[in-house]
């Protein structure tokens, strides 16, 4: 068994969001520089390889660039009320509104922006683009770990497996 961890200098991407909390409030839009870190594990080829390094930062650049510089937007909040309006969003929620144009804003099927969910979003979404890739070693790795860095002293991991037999 091996494991090969990418923390390439393009995982990161910076958003805005806000957060509901349990007692209806929510918390002021504000923004993160995140950073992701990639882990997959399984059995190396008789060449003593995994995955390509390169290609893995491939499919995961793909996944976070549009999330970049956007207001990150829970789609299946029931927080939060969405109008949209020609090029303008206007998001109702805890009392508060907030109008921004809709080429700022990425729509997450999540109910909420916290960590938590984004870590669980970007896990579900790197395990599915892996299992698309024609190149991608099904055989061979087991499993995959994301973790998401909201700054330097907090993060929040997932952690998945391809459900391989064997």
Not at 113 to 122: H, I, K, S, W
Request: charged share 25%.
């Amino acid at each position: 068994m091996a494991t090969i961890k990418a923390a390439s200098p393009l995982f990161r991407f910076s958003a805005a969001h806000f957060i509901f909390f349990d007692d209806g409030t929510c918390e002021p839009l504000h923004g993160h520089d995140y950073r992701v870190v990639v882990e997959l594990t399984g059995r190396p080829s008789s060449a003593g390889l995994l995955f390509d390094f390169l290609r893995l930062e491939e499919i995961v650049r793909d996944i976070l660039r549009p999330l970049d510089h956007r207001v990150l937007v829970p789609r299946d909040s029931s927080g939060l009320h969405v109008l949209e309006r020609d090029a303008e969003v206007e998001l109702l929620a805890a009392g508060k509104r907030r109008c921004l144009p809709r080429e700022d804003c990425c729509f997450l099927p999540v109910p909420n922006t916290t960590a938590e969910n984004l870590v669980a979003y970007l896990g579900e979404t790197v395990r599915a683009a892996l299992q698309r890739a024609a190149d991608f070693p099904h055989a061979r790795v087991d499993g995959l770990r994301v973790e998401l860095f909201e700054s330097d002293t907090y993060s929040a991991v997932w952690v998945g497996d391809f459900g391989n037999a064997g």
